[in-house]
């Protein structure tokens, strides 16, 4: 499996970026996909999932209401749209992906538990 991620760069207070994460090589099965994110000296976080086989959504307080994410029809490419960017959201954003043996609230505080990861990309929110 590979997760390619993209999107990420400099933007200001209110932006609206969209990051996007194609990925490749799944098995036949149900994953959870999605986006954590790491700011400097804090631990690595789970910003949102798609559920692969229903599309359900998760989102983590911090970003409810603000991000949208969602998958193409192929369900080859993760989208995290991002509005109202605060300069709390500046962070190396990472795709990542596993097995849906739960539902995706479990994953957002178990990074450890995602069986693949792509490479981050920064965001950097400026004011």
């Known amino acids: 499996v590979q997760l390619q991620a993209s999107g990420g760069g400099l933007v200001q207070v209110g932006g609206s970026p969209r990051l996007s994460c194609a990925a490749s090589g799944f098995t036949a099965g149900d994953y959870i996909i999605g986006w954590f994110r790491q700011a400097p000296g804090k631990e690595r976080e789970g910003v949102s999932f798609i559920k692969s086989s229903d599309g359900s959504t998760y989102y983590a307080d911090s970003v409810k209401g603000r991000f949208t994410i969602s998958s193409d029809n192929a369900k080859t490419t993760v989208f995290l749209q991002m509005n109202s960017l605060k300069p709390e959201d500046t962070a190396v954003y990472y795709c990542?992906?596993?097995?849906?043996?739960?539902?995706?609230?479990?994953?957002?505080?178990?990074?450890?538990?995602?069986?693949?990861w792509g490479k981050g990309t920064l965001v950097t929110v400026s004011s």
């Open positions: 990542a992906a596993a097995r849906a043996y739960y539902p995706g609230s479990y994953y957002f505080e178990r990074p450890n538990r995602m069986n693949y």
